[in-house]
């Protein structure tokens, strides 16, 4: 009877219910609305959403300057040495893997949709007045397609990561929650409390929402270029396919843990990413893509600052593409941000506070440069050769443009596969992080010690897919992206406070002198490798 009664609660223990439960009940309920009403909805939130990109659009612009300040004074102060776990400890994975599960996780295949689209959406609709269609405006759009994968999205996407590290391997607190990061600011009895728990269902619903959403919205990248390659139509059953598959394989990977599974598979798509970018210059104008990439990349830096502080007030030839989508953008980025920092934080054990901020700064936006500088290149030069009218494509459907492009291609589905698998992949390594992060915050194992439940990662796999696969077939996909976006406005407030809550931590602890690696570290290291 005793071991019985000891299995039950064990079972029982697997999840957190008053954090999931009601996160879930809280996702479903603003998901009714929006399948019984989907185009009232969107229109609602549109209209709500427009309004904080009107009123806040310096905000969000400063929002991302201070968290980029915060993140490289954190890494270049004397808090960067400061090891993320035992300081004579070896890292958790080589600075390769670790770059390639970042990666993996901080870009997923939306790179590969902004690198083949954004140039064009932004040469239609260019700023400062210029002429669409122009040689400027074609650069404007391939420089702006860079900048959304800048450091300015990845201080959003890290920034918390240095509370969430020092929490988990430092002081060695069970949880990888919100609230437990914030212990420091506001005391035990609010984190234990009622307060704690709404900041962690705040946290789990955004995730849950925006989880579904990038599901949901991810699927034409593939279904669109399956649809070109065996000319046929894109119908549910189609979009069912491939989230099963998409399904099948991130559940395996997510189930099988960070060893196993996801460090794996995000190192195999950074050889097939680099292998497909070499295959496209080989077969296509790989002259100009480099040539283009070049020019990019200098018009880029010389008005690096121009987008980073870009509002338009004056209106100058209208309302653009640039302005409304990097409010956006960076909106969207927030709802992410949580579950960026707590990934990050789980896979640094071992890497110190710069090494962690800077590789998740430098090595996405490098890679997420060089795949833009490629797939955008390949698209202005059909635009430019007259072989596909790019920007009259964007404008009626953008996705329809990247199998348009990808066809004019020598072996054109040959390349629309390794496109599919690639963008596949890199789903699948966005989604098993995710819900391998979602498991590790809702349930109740010890995070510093071990791994999240394998059969809490099968669950939230389920509850995932079910919501996204909901979604899609009966409405509601697109209000809940503009809602995911809104969401973001309590990330904000929650992100700075971490900030705050690192500092104190590491103050308290005098972790820049007791939590650092000996001078003779490498010696150490080497020796015992010997």
Do not use: C
């Not at 990977?253 to 190192?267: D, N, V």
């Not at 897919?465 to 077939?473: S, V």
């Not at 904000?492 to 690192?502: D, G, S």
């Not at 000996?518 to 290291?525: A, C, F, G, I």
Request: positive net charge; proline residues 3%; aromatic residues 12%.
């Amino acid at each position: 009877m005793n071991r019985k009664r000891e299995e039950r609660k064990k079972k029982k223990s697997m999840v957190e219910r008053k954090i999931f439960i009601p996160a879930l009940l809280i996702v479903f309920a603003m998901s009714i609305p929006f399948t019984l009403y989907e185009a009232e909805s969107t229109e609602l939130l549109n209209r709500i959403f427009d309004w904080i990109v009107s009123s806040f659009s310096w905000g969000y612009i400063w929002y991302t300057i201070i968290l980029t300040g915060a993140g490289l004074w954190f890494s270049f102060s004397k808090y960067g040495d400061i090891v993320l776990g035992d300081p004579a400890e070896k890292p958790r994975f080589n600075m390769f893997e670790y770059a390639s599960i970042l990666i993996s996780m901080g870009l997923g295949s939306t790179i590969m949709r902004t690198a083949m689209t954004e140039w064009a959406e932004v040469s239609a609709n260019p700023p400062f007045g210029i002429e669409p269609g122009s040689a400027e405006s074609l650069l404007w759009g391939n420089a702006y397609s860079m900048f959304m994968w800048s450091i300015q999205v990845f201080a959003i996407f890290v920034i918390a990561a240095p509370a969430m590290g020092y929490v988990l391997h430092v002081r060695k607190r069970p949880f990888m929650r919100v609230s437990e990061t914030l212990r420091v600011l506001f005391g035990d009895r609010f984190t234990d409390g009622l307060g704690g728990k709404m900041l962690d269902i705040i946290f789990l619903v955004t995730i849950l929402a925006g989880a579904a959403v990038t599901l949901g919205l991810g699927t034409p990248i593939v279904t669109y270029n399956i649809a070109s390659l065996f000319n046929i139509d894109i119908t549910f059953g189609l979009t069912l396919t491939v989230t099963l598959i998409w399904v099948i394989f991130f559940t395996m990977s997510a189930y099988l843990g960070i060893e196993r599974g996801i460090k794996r598979l995000s190192t195999l798509n950074m050889y097939l990413a680099a292998a497909f970018g070499v295959f496209i210059l080989l077969i296509g104008p790989g002259k100009f893509i480099l040539n283009y990439f070049t020019d990019t990349v200098g018009f880029l830096l010389s008005n690096y600052l121009d987008l980073s502080f870009y509002t338009n007030s004056m209106k100058i030839g209208g309302t653009t593409r640039i302005e409304s989508n990097t409010v956006f953008w960076f909106a969207y980025s927030a709802t992410w941000a949580m579950l960026h920092s707590i990934f990050a934080a789980k896979v640094s054990r071992g890497r110190t506070i710069r090494e962690m901020i800077l590789t998740y700064f430098l090595a996405p936006t490098a890679l997420s440069w060089v795949a833009t500088g490629i797939l955008g290149g390949l698209g202005v030069n059909r635009f430019l050769t007259g072989q596909v009218d790019a920007l009259k494509i964007v404008q009626d459907d953008a996705m329809r443009l990247i199998p348009e492009i990808l066809s004019t291609l020598p072996l054109s589905g040959l390349v629309i596969v390794i496109f599919i698998i690639v963008a596949g992949i890199f789903m699948i390594t966005t989604l098993d992080s995710t819900t391998y992060t979602i498991a590790s915050y809702t349930g109740t194992n010890n995070m510093s010690k071990g791994e999240p439940s394998k059969n809490l990662r099968l669950i939230v796999a389920v509850v995932v897919t079910a919501f996204a696969l909901i979604l899609m077939r009966v409405g509601g996909l697109a209000p809940l992206e503009v809602l995911s976006g809104i969401l973001g406005l309590p990330i904000i407030v929650i992100q700075l406070l971490t900030i705050f809550a690192a500092k104190r931590m590491m103050d308290e602890d005098r972790a820049w002198i007791r939590n650092v690696r000996p001078k003779d570290w490498k010696d150490r290291r080497s020796k015992i490798n010997m």
